[in-house]
């Protein structure tokens, strides 16, 4: 399938009925979008208190095991609260959103978090019982923690920058 196919596709969504019934509610946007936020809020927000014991900053009294087994499924609920309400409201706004950078670049940044933490579960955490009380965690820990943090940060800042008018002229 080209690009240009891709597209077409893509906006054919939203002729589906789902969309119409969704677009023809006044409250059901706002209501959407704000129940993304809220469980982005949350994503980010659980990962950053990981991210933050990983970095030697926060929560240091906590083993790294304790945290991510009391963080993680909460993390994991909201991360798919979060994908379906942005699936919908990728589908409600198709035409804004296949040809956005910003969109582009958030999916890309979500991406890479998701490979940085499979490369921290695959690497550093494998050797958690030697530093899991440690401070500061091993450096490859360190450095799995800010790299997260970052890229979260960025997927919440074009999240938001995506919805204004000029997002798409910005030259990244």
Do not use: C
């Not at 993680?72 to 950078?101: E, Y």
């Not at 401070?135 to 450095?143: D, G, V």
């Not at 940060?153 to 999240?159: A, D, Q, S, T, W």
Request: charged share 10%; hydrophobic share 60%; proline share 5%.
């Amino acid at each position: 399938m080209s690009p240009a196919e891709l597209a077409q596709a893509l906006r054919a969504m939203q002729e589906w009925p789902l969309v119409h019934a969704i677009g023809g509610n006044a409250y059901a946007f706002p209501l959407l979008d704000a129940a993304h936020i809220l469980f982005q809020a949350f994503v980010v927000g659980s990962i950053a208190a990981l991210d933050l014991r990983l970095l030697g900053y926060a929560l240091m009294q906590r083993p790294v095991t304790e945290l991510v087994r009391h963080i993680l499924p909460w993390t994991w609920a909201a991360f798919a609260g979060a994908a379906v309400t942005g699936m919908v409201l990728f589908v409600l706004n198709v035409t804004t959103f296949v040809d956005n950078r910003s969109f582009l670049i958030k999916m890309l940044l979500m991406l890479l978090a998701g490979a940085n933490m499979l490369a921290f579960h695959k690497g550093a955490y494998r050797t958690i019982g030697e530093w899991d009380l440690g401070s500061p965690p091993p450096q490859a820990a360190r450095l799995a923690g800010a790299l997260s943090l970052a890229l979260w940060l960025g997927v919440v800042f074009f999240g938001r920058y995506l919805w204004y008018p000029w997002s798409n002229r910005v030259g990244f």
